[in-house]
T-cell receptor, first 114, second 116 residues
């Protein structure tokens, strides 16, 4: 069984600043994948970034980067130069190689303020 | 390439009725997963289909069922609707299930179901 915990229900950040969203997980799998998804008010869930657990290097996608601490089972998302369009609910998720099923955290609502 | 599509987008039903939701995955994707999203419970995994077979199932009662067709399109059915079934139902597709690499799931816009 897998569990994903996001301890910050809500966060806010000023435009152009940096914010970090926290996520911890637990899994008994050796091979697994971690994801951050973004769900804007329009409700379309989109992938922000993904990390393969077997890779030590932290994933980066433009302004989005992760801090993957495998031993601590921590997977935080850093958003640099925050933009108004980053306002959304962010979900952390963990999936194993038995694909098609991911366990999601409860989400963090991020508001970027002008 | 067209994204994941779900129909209908909105649905209102009454208790005791049944409902069928449809999901068309991205072309070439063979895995389709269904999730229920509610404010109180977050995103809960319902089931996943691959090559017309249910591969994974979440902890939902038997009133929730699904199927997948040979063209990878999937439907989920909820019978004897209860008020608590009101939720956003999300469908996600991925290129391949299993193996060493889990492919990224791409989500549809969801079907919002309201049970009165």
């Amino acid at each position: 069984a897998q569990t994903v915990t996001q301890s910050q229900p809500e966060m806010s950040v000023q435009e152009a600043e940096t914010v970090t969203l926290s996520c911890t997980y637990d899994t008994s799998e050796n091979n697994y994948y971690l994801f951050w998804y973004k769900q804007p008010p329009s409700r379309q869930m989109i992938l922000v970034i993904r990390q393969e657990a077997y890779k030590q290097q932290n994933a980066t996608e433009n302004r989005f980067s992760v801090n993957f601490q495998k031993a601590a089972k921590s997977f935080s998302l850093k958003i640099s130069d925050s933009q108004l369009g980053d306002t959304a609910m962010y979900f952390c998720a963990c999936g194993n190689t038995n694909a098609g099923k991911s366990t999601f955290g409860d989400g963090t609502t991020l508001t970027v303020k002008p | 390439k067209a994204g994941v599509t779900q129909t209908p987008r909105y649905l209102i039903k009454t208790r005791g009725q049944q409902v069928t939701l449809s999901c068309s995955p991205i072309s070439g994707h063979r895995s389709v997963s269904w999730y229920q999203q509610t404010p109180g419970q977050g995103l809960q995994f319902l089931f996943e289909y691959f090559s017309e077979t249910q591969r994974n199932k979440g902890n939902f009662p038997g009133r929730f069922s699904g199927r997948q067709f040979s063209n990878s399109r999937s439907e989920m059915n909820v019978s004897t609707l209860e008020l608590g079934d009101s939720a956003l139902y999300l469908c996600a597709s991925s290129l391949e299930a299993g193996g060493l690499h889990q492919e990224t799931q791409y989500f549809g816009p969801g079907t919002r179901l309201l049970v009165l």
